[in-house]
Structure formats: C-alpha cells, structure tokens
C-alpha cells in the first residue's frame, strides 16, 4: 500500500495535466482521412444482456434496409405507422422473442406483451432498457416519445404512459417493425448475445492496466484483483503483506470479434516492462510480478508464442522476458475503491496507453 500511495502523492501536481494530455489523446484517437477531416472511431457498446448494441453505420443500415418488404421499410425508414388492428403481430400470443426486422437485435419479450386494446402490439418494457431509444416525437401537432431500435434506428412505434403496473408504460408497437422468434426455435445469428471471453493479465499496479485495458475497443469490462495465490477473498492488506502468493490483476472481459487476444497481448506488454521481475516501476515486490494467467490452451499457446517473437527479435535487448504464462487458480475481485482508481482520483500512473 506504502508504494502506491508514495506515487499517487508524487504524481499528483501533475495529475491535471496528465489528464488534459490523455483526453487530447482520446480525442485524438480519431483518423485522419485523405482530405484532412478527423473520423472518430466508435467505441463498441455492450447492453448488460450481453448484447453488442454498437449503432450501425448508414451504409450498414442502408444495406440492411434494401433487403426488406414495403411496408417495413415504410414503417421503420420513414417513421410510417400501420394501420390499427391489422399487424400480423397483434394476436400473437406464442413464446418468444420479438426482434428488430432490419438488424435482429432482440427488442421485446412475449412475457411482457398484454392487449392494450389500442391495435397495435403492446409490451410494458423492452427486453433491455438499452437496446430501445427514445427520442421527442413533434409530429401531428402534439408531443410524444418515439421509440426505435439503438442499433438501427429503425422506427419502432411510441410508448405511453397508461401501461400496466409495475412500469406503467405501454410501448406501441408497428406489427411491421419486428420478426417474432418462438420459443424453441434457434436464434439467427444476428439475434444472439456477443460470444465474450475472458483474459487476465498481472502487469505490476493494476490501477493504471485496469484504466488502460478497459478502454480497448471490444473490450466490455476490465475488473480489478488478484489472482494465483492460496488465501480465498483476500484483501488488499494482506497481498501487499506479500504473505498470499497473489498478483495484481486484471481480470478482462472481450469480444473477440471486436478485438482478438492476440491484440488484447500486444497491449499488455506495451503498457509495462515484462523485464522486471517482481516489481514495475516503483513497486517492488512479488505481488506486482508480470504475468498472463491463461484460461485454455489456446491463450497459452498465443501467450507463449507472442513471448517468443519478442525475444527472437530481442525487442528488449539482451535482457530476458519474466513475464510467467500460468493457467489462472483464481481470481478475487478487488475492492471497490480500486476499481477505475485512476478515474475517481485523478492520479497519474507510470503505465503506458497502449491504444
């Protein structure tokens, strides 16, 4: 505790620059085009049902919107409503799932669809809050809230405020606007969850790799801990004792078809000195050793062998990679106050932006 508490007091004077540094650098991370314009990148966004909810670029939706029938391109292209009592989705009392016709991202649940009596299919709430958007709907001479999906944009109907209990809310729906799933039936591929993995990484003081990793595009969580010690729930006293055999960690959360293992290797070793043993920096001691905690053969294999293209090319001299490519035991979550330490404290720290 000693070692980081003496660098956050060191770094402190120059926390506010460093900060301004790092968010022209975020600002930066946009790329410059031929014709001298800056194009952001957009950051990857996951729903807490695990679902990538990233918007979709015009071109995409575009392209996904050619392949539909008139009236649901009428309906979610134009903001267009169907006639009451005449979608094919009004008495559909089957199990299942109700998706977005143009992208399939998952919108609204049988078990909260009810007859509102209005014609149109009618839900109390979304299957995720955060794969429905609302916006101010200023048409026909009076106020009300639009809904269309986050990943599209395609226009969904409008939600109400004289629903059933708990919610209250009544989302009114076009027929036109969704494909129903039953129960049972696979989903398409563009209706199910990101397949997420899960990496840990032990770069020294996991302040500043969990700060860094948690910004990696296609990364959806970085957490905190420790891991590859013998004593269950530890605390942060009792690894810094160097008693427990643990090493700050970071436990990360992808999606690998947003961002491979392999990229996520390169950034662990361009955030700090695999060289090092037993210490980063100004922290010494075995709990800050470097090291990648593998969760199958295949991490180890990719770990192992991006180690040995470093020191073929002797990327670090002639001194020797300690970085240790273990199976992980376990892995105990920190507590709260380190998690986004950096964010909540405005501290610098010695480890590299390797984005």
């Given amino acids: 505790m000693r070692h980081h508490l003496d660098r956050w007091l060191a770094s402190l004077a120059l926390a506010a620059l460093l900060a301004a540094l790092a968010g022209c650098q975020r600002a930066s991370s946009a790329e410059n085009t031929p014709g001298g314009s800056r194009r952001t990148t957009m950051q990857p966004k996951y729903s807490k049902s695990g679902y990538d909810v990233t918007p979709l670029t015009p071109e995409q939706v575009k392209a996904l919107a050619a392949k539909l029938d008139p009236e649901a391109y009428r309906v979610t292209q134009k903001a267009g409503t169907e006639p009451p009592f005449c979608g094919n989705l009004l008495d559909n009392h089957k199990d299942g799932v109700y998706t977005c016709v143009v992208c399939g991202l998952p919108l609204f649940n049988s078990r909260n669809k009810f007859n509102s009596g209005t014609g149109w299919p009618s839900f109390d709430r979304e299957f995720d809050p955060v794969?429905?958007?609302?916006?101010?709907?200023?048409?026909?001479?009076?106020?009300?809230?639009?809904?269309?999906?986050?990943?599209?944009?395609?226009?969904?109907?409008h939600v109400f405020d004289d629903g059933p209990k708990p919610t209250n809310e009544r989302h009114c729906l076009n027929s036109a606007s969704l494909k129903f799933v039953e129960a049972g039936q696979p989903l398409p591929p563009e209706s199910q969850p990101a397949k997420l993995e899960t990496a840990y990484f032990a770069g020294g003081c996991f302040w500043g790799v969990q700060h860094y990793f948690s910004r990696g595009p296609g990364v959806v969580l970085a957490v905190s801990g420790y891991a590859q010690g013998h004593v269950e729930h530890a605390t942060y006293e009792q690894v810094c004792g160097g008693e427990t055999g643990h090493a700050e960690t970071v436990k990360v959360v992808f999606d690998p078809q947003r961002i491979p293992y392999r990229r996520l290797l390169e950034a662990f070793f361009a955030m700090h000195d695999p060289?090092?043993?037993?210490?980063?920096?100004?922290?010494?001691?075995?709990?800050?050793?470097?090291?990648?905690?593998?969760?199958?053969?295949?991490?180890?294999?990719?770990?192992?062998?991006?180690?040995?293209?470093?020191e073929a090319a002797k990327k670090y001299g002639t001194k020797a990679i300690v970085t240790r490519v273990e199976p992980l035991k376990e892995f105990w979550p920190a507590e709260e106050y380190h998690q986004e330490y950096l964010a909540k404290n405005g501290a610098a720290c010695h480890v590299k932006d390797p984005w």
Avoid: F
């Fill in 131 to 157: 794969h429905v958007a609302r916006h101010t709907d200023s048409t026909l001479g009076m106020t009300r809230t639009e809904i269309s999906c986050a990943r599209c944009g395609a226009h969904l109907g």
């Fill in 275 to 310: 060289t090092q043993l037993d210490r980063q920096g100004p922290d010494r001691g075995d709990q800050y050793r470097s090291g990648i905690w593998t969760t199958g053969e295949e991490q180890a294999k990719e770990a192992r062998e991006i180690i040995r293209e470093m």
